[in-house]
Structure formats: structure tokens, C-alpha cells
């Protein structure tokens, strides 16, 4: 069956998996081989994962010969999923940067085929007064690349007359809403610093689950303890496979607040996804059992 959204692909869709960071100093020990993570994160990390949430271009940006390298070290299904910059999505008017924007676009152009999803994350100070704002940087974006909006404000999650015009701008104009998903990270039981630490970092906003376009963002925070984790990916694992399907292709990034331990969460939904829908499998990442958690469970 052909893809309406994407007609290079058949159905079912791709659903690109990763993590917000290729490279942790424990997992050569834990989970990747030694020689080829010390050698090459990215190229060991993306053996075996289809997309990663890059946070360093929030800081800084590549310049074209570090994208270049990157381009090299990924195979030809890998997409990169890279933060627009802070002086942009954290400035007064997200407008007024438009030479960093350029600088930005410009290096990760070199990145070619396998850039998927920019995403612009506001702050929670972005409210609805802003949206003619967000239109306009809407309007001026290249359509060569791939747009995803991540918005914080409380008003654009109370289903009001903020968010639908949030979402019809985005459905408008073919900008996918990105939706994060901290319920887990947020239920009752405490295992950890690490997840006190991260509640204080995180947003607790509702989740409201939404394809505005073809390549929705999903960015889910887990807990310490798997059976939480299962609940809430569960919901996931099935609206996943419901809009690749339809032609819709996902992007799916897991976090821990010790992001050491994210690959045994995409592990997990992995395992989720391949017991219900074992005709559209996904490829395994070959984890063995976890160790810090074999005395938890």
C-alpha cells in the first residue's frame, strides 16, 4: 500500500526511535562495544537507534565540516532532530535573531536527507498574545526543512480558544505540534534523586496527542520503576502504529531523568510495539537486562 504523506515510503510509515544524546560514558561498559563508542559515538549509537533529539544546537551551533562528519558516521535511514537555538526560541521576539536562524540552517544543510524535524521549543513565557508572532516566523520558514513547535504556556493546553488557534496555525501551515509526555516522571512513587531532580526541570503540562502534520514529536520522560513506564508507553505504542498506518511518521525520543539508563526505556517500547504488532516489527537494539535495575525488580 503507497503513503499518501510520504510517497517514497509503503505503508506502515517509519517510526524513528532515539534518545537526547548519542553518547553517555557508561555505555561502552553497559551496552555499546567499547572500541567503536570510544572511536565513534554517533556511529556506534546510530547502529542501532533511527533518530536522536539533538540538544547541543540550542547552545551552539555545528559548523559544516562537524555536520559533515556527522552526515558520514549515520546510515542512509538515520534523521537528525536538532533544537533551533535559544537566541531564537528564547528571545523576546523569535523574529528578531533571523541571522543566527540563517547560521543555523545554513550548517545543518550539510546534514542533507537525514535531517528530520527542527524543533522550536518556547519557553513557558510564549504565551497566546504571541501567536500572530509564531505566524509570521511560520511564514518566513524554508519549506525545505521540516518544522516542529514545542509550546509551554498552560493556556495552550486547556482545549480553549488559545489552543485551537495554536493548532489550526499549525495544521495550516503543515508544522507538527511536538508533545511531551511527563506523566510517568511525575507519578507518585520516588526511586531516586535523579528523578527529584529532573521534576524540577521538567514541565507538568497536559498531554494532549495531536498529529497538526506528517511527523509528529514525541518526547517521553520515564520513571525508575518499568511498570509505570509500561502504562504510560502503552498508549503510545498503539497511537504509533495507528499513524504509520495512516501514512504518519513518528518521531519518538525517550528520556530518564539519568539518561544513562534511556536505552533500556526505547528497549521497553521496543518490546511493547513487537508483541502487538509483530508483522510491522521494529528492529531490536540487542540490550541485555539492565543492570541497576536487576535488584529493583
Not at 22 to 42: D, I
Not at 273 to 286: D, K, M, T, W
Amino acid at each position: 500500500m503507497r503513503n499518501q504523506h510520504f510517497p517514497d515510503h509503503d505503508l506502515p510509515a517509519p517510526l524513528y526511535l532515539g534518545l537526547p544524546i548519542w553518547q553517555h560514558p557508561s555505555w561502552p561498559a553497559l551496552w555499546l562495544p567499547q572500541t567503536q563508542a570510544r572511536n565513534n559515538a554517533l556511529q556506534a549509537y546510530a547502529a542501532h537507534f533511527s533518530s536522536v533529539e539533538g540538544n547541543s544546537t540550542f547552545y551552539a551551533l555545528p559548523d559544516n565540516a562537524t555536520c559533515q562528519r556527522w552526515y558520514e558516521s549515520v546510515p542512509a535511514n538515520f534523521r537528525f532532530t536538532f533544537k533551533i537555538h535559544q537566541d531564537v526560541s528564547h528571545a523576546d521576539n523569535i523574529l528578531i535573531n533571523a541571522d543566527t536562524l540563517g547560521s543555523q540552517l545554513s550548517s545543518l544543510t550539510d546534514l542533507k536527507e537525514k535531517l528530520g524535524p527542527l524543533m522550536l521549543q518556547l519557553p513557558a513565557r510564549f504565551s497566546p498574545a504571541r501567536l500572530d508572532e509564531l505566524a509570521q516566523f511560520i511564514s518566513k520558514w524554508p519549506k525545505a526543512f521540516c518544522l516542529a513547535v514545542e509550546v509551554r504556556h498552560p493556556a495552550f493546553f486547556e482545549k480553549g480558544d488559545a489552543e485551537k488557534s495554536l493548532n489550526k496555525l499549525l495544521k495550516d501551515a503543515g508544522v507538527n505540534r511536538v508533545m511531551m509526555d511527563t506523566r510517568a516522571l511525575f507519578s507518585e512513587q520516588i526511586l531516586s534523586e535523579a528523578m527529584l531532580d529532573a521534576r524540577e526541570k521538567k514541565p507538568r503540562l497536559p498531554l494532549h496527542v495531536w498529529a497538526s502534520a506528517g511527523q509528529p514529536v514525541v518526547r517521553f520522560v520515564g520513571h525508575d520503576d518499568d511498570e509505570i513506564n509500561k502504562q504510560c508507553l502503552l498508549p503510545w505504542v498503539n497511537k504509533c502504529h495507528t499513524w504509520r498506518m495512516a501514512g504518519i511518521s513518528p518521531y519518538v525520543f525517550l528520556h530518564r531523568a539519568d539518561n544513562k539508563d534511556a536505552p533500556w526505556l526505547a528497549h521497553l517500547f521496543i518490546n511493547l510495539y513487537n508483541e502487538l504488532y509483530p508483522e510491522q516489527a521494529l528492529p531490536e537494539i540487542g540490550l541485555s537486562a539492565q543492570p541497576d535495575q536487576q535488584a529493583l525488580f
